[in-house]
C-alpha cells in the first residue's frame, strides 16, 4: 500500500523517532487525489519515508524549499515495506499521470522503475538522487562524492578518538554505501595509522531493513562501543538514528549521516555527542532540478555534487565541534587537499 500526499505545510518536521517507521496506510484528508490533474512536483521517498532525520528528510525540505520560493504545489509519496520494483512503476506513474513535472525518485532504488516509466512520459522530467546507471533524454542523475565528506569525517574521527578504536555501520551492503565506508577509512588511516577502524553492515541486498530498522542500527553501534570504539559513524537511513542514539548513551561521539543530524528535532536528546555529520546537498539538488524545470530548461544527464561545489561536506553546528580548532584546521586542510585535487578518495574499501 503506498501514500501520495500533498504537502500542506512548509519546513521540515521531524516525528519522534518511535513513530517514524515505514509508512504504509490509508490516505489522510490532505492527500492528493491520484486523478488530480493539478500541475506540480513529487518525490518519492526511499526506505524509511519521510521522519527519517536523514536522507529522505532532506528531500523533502528540497520540495518544501519549491513550493515556498517557486509557488509549485508538492507532492510525496511514501513506501510500502517489502515492496517490489513494480510498485514503484505504479508509484511514479500515478505522480506522472497525476501531472507533476518533474517526479524524484529518491534513491538508487529507483533505478528501474525510472528505466520503465520515463519513456512512457517523455514531456516530463524524471530525477533519481544516487543513480547515474539510468539514462534518457528526459532524466536527470543527480550523484554525490560522499567518499569525500566521509573521508572529512575520518579525518576529525581520528583527531578525537582517546581509545584508537573507530567505527563505521552501513545500513545495507551495496557500492553506494560502500563510499562512505572507503573515504572515512581513508581519512582515518591518513591522519592516523594506529587508528582501527570497525566496519559492520546491518543486511545484504535484497534485505533492506538495515536502511529502515533503529534497532539494527543500535546493536551495532553497541557492539562496537564494546569493542572500545569511541567514535561510531553510521550511513544507515533510519537505522542510523539507532546508531546515534546507542552511542550518545554511551557518552561516546556519534557522526551523523547526509542530513545535519545536530539539527533533526526528531534527535535533539542526542545531540549533544552528535560530532558533525557527513552532509549531501541533498535538498539543493531537489530544489535545482524542480527550478530548471519551473524555468523552461530541465536538468538531465549526471548532476554531480562534491566538495569543489560544497555538495558534499561536514556539518559544524555542534559548539563542541567548532571549539575543537586543531580538529577544525585538520579537516579544512584536507577539504583544500581533496578540491586541489593533492588527495584522490577512494570509492571502495
Known amino acids: 500500500m503506498r501514500r501520495i500526499t500533498r504537502i500542506a505545510t512548509v519546513g521540515v518536521a521531524s516525528a519522534a523517532l518511535a513513530l517514524t517507521a515505514t509508512a504504509c496506510g490509508n490516505k489522510s484528508s490532505s492527500d492528493a487525489s491520484s486523478d488530480s490533474k493539478e500541475a506540480g512536483a513529487a518525490i518519492a521517498y526511499d526506505i524509511g519515508g519521510r521522519g527519517d532525520q536523514s536522507f ?5 525540505a528540497g520540495l518544501s524549499k519549491a513550493e515556498t520560493d517557486l509557488k509549485i504545489k508538492g507532492s510525496a509519496a ?16 500515478e505522480l506522472a499521470r497525476s501531472g507533476n513535472n518533474p517526479v524524484i525518485g529518491v534513491g538508487f532504488a529507483y533505478a528501474p522503475a525510472i528505466k520503465k516509466v520515463a519513456p512512457k512520459f517523455p514531456k516530463t522530467t524524471f530525477g533519481i538522487i544516487d ?5 534518457g533524454k528526459n532524466i536527470a542523475n543527480m550523484v ?11 579525518v576529525a574521527a581520528a583527531k578525537v578518538t582517546k581509545s584508537k578504536t573507530v567505527g563505521f555501520i552501513g545500513g545495507v551492503e551495496t557500492p553506494l554505501i560502500k563510499k562512505f565506508e572507503a573515504g572515512f577509512a581513508q581519512g582515518v588511516k591518513d591522519t592516523d595509522p594506529a587508528v582501527n577502524v570497525l566496519s559492520q553492515y546491518l543486511t545484504q541486498p535484497p534485505n533492506f531493513d538495515g536502511f529502515s530498522k533503529p534497532d539494527l542500527g543500535k546493536a551495532a553501534a553497541q557492539g562496537q562501543l564494546d569493542k572500545k570504539a569511541d567514535v561510531v559513524y553510521a550511513a544507515a537511513g533510519l537505522a542510523g538514528s539507532g546508531s546515534i542514539e546507542a552511542t550518545a548513551q554511551a557518552g561516546k561521539w556519534a557522526i551523523g549521516v547526509d542530513s545535519d543530524q545536530y539539527s533533526q528535532k526528531g534527535l535533539a536528546a542526542y545531540k549533544d555527542q552528535i560530532l ?10 531537489v530544489y535545482n532540478l524542480i527550478k530548471s524545470v519551473q524555468d523552461g530548461t530541465p536538468q538531465t544527464g549526471e548532476i554531480r555534487y562534491g566538495l569543489d561545489k560544497d555538495g558534499v561536506g561536514l556539518a559544524d553546528s555542534n559548539p563542541a565541534y567548532t571549539k575543537l580548532t586543531d580538529v577544525v584546521a585538520a579537516v579544512e586542510k584536507a577539504k583544500k587537499d581533496i578540491v586541489d585535487g593533492k588527495i584522490t578518495v577512494k570509492t571502495t574499501p
Do not use: H, I
Open 144 to 154: 554525490f562524492n560522499e567518499e569525500q565528506g566521509s573521508y572529512l569525517a575520518g
Open 276 to 285: 558533525t555529520s557527513v552532509t549531501k546537498d541533498v535538498a539543493d539538488s
Open 78 to 93: 511514501e513506501p510500502s515495506e517489502g515492496e517490489s520494483d513494480a510498485d514503484k512503476v505504479q508509484r511514479l506513474t
Open 131 to 135: 543513480d547515474s546507471s539510468v539514462t
Open 56 to 60: 529522505n528528510d532532506a528531500a523533502y
